[in-house]
């Protein structure tokens, strides 16, 4: 089947950026997703990117897309402790009608240091 | 406040105790579903329901079942729990079309099955 990869711990230190990557096997993918998951809590949609796109910029937040090499990555400008969560790749075909599943990387677990 | 909604948020239970997780939207999505996540393996889709009285099998289905009576109601059960059953459990709902749907998470269910 598809499968979503991530790293699984990344650890930066207060100010500096913060790259989270994600490769993808789907080429189909029409859609792809970065959540945020704090400790306790559900999942927050961070932002997303669609496949015929090759950058997005929110803020602190830069997702790139590689749709060559399947590979979407996340960049947190400027880290803060408060930015310390799970982050969560995630991928959609947009064009089935059976099934609004989309498909998860484990998990990234970013750890922001003083 | 548009949300999901899931019960218990923490429980614990012994093999073979048939239980029942509930998950509630207020937002009058038509597509809920149910994953499970684990250390290392992301979210997995148990199972998934296109609209009142219509669902089908996920990813992982073995051991559980679930009805969808009302649209704003989809609980999880698991007839017979075994210890393998044992992780965080999210609901998640989104509106049926639309390009590009975001799926609203629930706070999660922390299962413990002895």
């Known amino acids: 089947g598809e499968d979503v990869e991530q790293s699984l711990f990344l650890s930066v230190r207060e100010g500096d950026s913060s790259v989270i990557n994600c490769t993808y096997t789907?080429?189909?993918?029409?859609?792809l997703y970065w959540y945020k998951q704090e400790p306790g809590a559900g999942l927050q949609l961070l932002t997303y990117?669609?496949?015929?796109?090759d950058m997005k910029q929110d803020q602190r937040l830069t997702v790139l897309l590689n749709k060559k090499d399947k590979h979407l990555s996340l960049r947190i400008a400027d880290t803060q402790t408060g930015d310390s969560a799970i982050y969560f790749c995630a991928e959609k075909e947009g064009h089935t009608l059976s099934n609004n599943d989309m498909r998860f990387g484990a998990g990234t677990r970013l750890t922001v240091k003083p | 406040e548009a949300q999901v909604t899931q019960n218990p948020r923490y429980l614990i239970t012994v093999t073979g105790k048939k239980l029942t997780v509930t998950c509630s939207q207020n937002m009058n999505h038509e597509y809920m579903s149910w994953y499970r996540q684990d250390p290392g393996l992301g979210l997995r889709q148990i199972y998934y329901?296109?609209?009142?009285?219509?669902?089908d099998k996920g990813d992982v289905p073995e051991g559980y079942k679930v009805s969808r009576k009302e649209k704003r109601n989809f609980p999880l059960i698991l007839e017979s729990p075994s210890p393998n059953q044992t992780s965080l459990y999210f609901c998640a709902s989104s509106p049926e079309t639309g390009l590009n749907t975001e799926a609203f998470f629930g706070q999660g269910t922390r299962l413990t099955v002895v």
């Open positions: 789907d080429s189909s993918s029409t859609y």
């Open positions: 990117i669609f496949s015929n796109m």
């Open positions: 329901s296109m609209n009142v009285e219509v669902t």
